[in-house]
């Protein structure tokens, strides 16, 4: 007997249109590493989720930073990319970042409110949302949400939103694959998770 998997139409109770996730790799960081890098395949993905548990720093005082990987390479020029996030630590009202030019997406900090700390408890979990780019003005862009314990022993929380706005996504074809790492040192450990969602 033959069954045949199908993906359901399924749909909330709205009627809106519910879309699946696929993980499409999984890497567990057991002993210091300078960087981790995920593969994105070519098809039939538009957009992806990365989630990333319990990511935790060697050094003290640093933050956690992107870039995507295109034609082979990974774009480093001091204009390549922009970024904003809001960091909210406890018992403060929160205060908005930003860099309009930079060689990478800073996806933590706040005057040391949520920066990743050498702490045994310094820890924060992420929630990323990877949009590629589609056509020849569009620039791939990442949405991101995070919580965790900060290097001055506070809970801490961090959402924001970075571009790569070096060149369009019609220009270099698509992106290959997206690399993360601290600002200084290594990375201590983590699980980090791709998923494919449409």
């Known amino acids: 007997m033959t069954i045949r998997h199908q993906n359901p139409d399924l749909r909330d109770a709205s009627g809106n249109r519910i879309v699946p996730r696929v993980l499409l790799e999984t890497q567990t960081v057991v002993s210091p ?38 034609n082979g390479t990974f774009p480093v020029g001091a204009s390549d990319y922009t970024w904003l996030y809001q960091a909210h630590a406890a018992n403060d009202n929160g205060s908005l970042y930003e860099d309009i030019s930079d060689d990478s997406i800073i996806m933590s900090g706040g005057s040391g409110n949520a920066n990743f700390g050498s702490a045994s408890n310094s820890t924060f979990n992420y929630s990323c949302w990877l949009y590629p780019g589609t056509d020849a003005t569009d620039f791939p862009r990442i949405g991101f949400e995070a919580a965790g314990w900060s290097d001055t022993s506070v809970l801490a929380r961090i959402d924001g939103f970075g571009m790569y706005k070096g060149q369009t996504t019609l220009q270099f074809g698509r992106i290959e694959n997206i690399t993360f790492s601290m600002t200084s040192d290594n990375i201590e450990r983590g699980t980090f998770r791709l998923y494919g969602t449409e």
């Open 33 to 70: 590493t300078g960087t981790v890098t995920l593969t994105l395949p070519a098809t039939p993905y538009n957009r992806f989720q990365i989630e990333i548990d319990q990511l935790s720093s060697v050094a003290n005082n640093v933050d956690l930073q992107s870039r995507i990987g295109v």
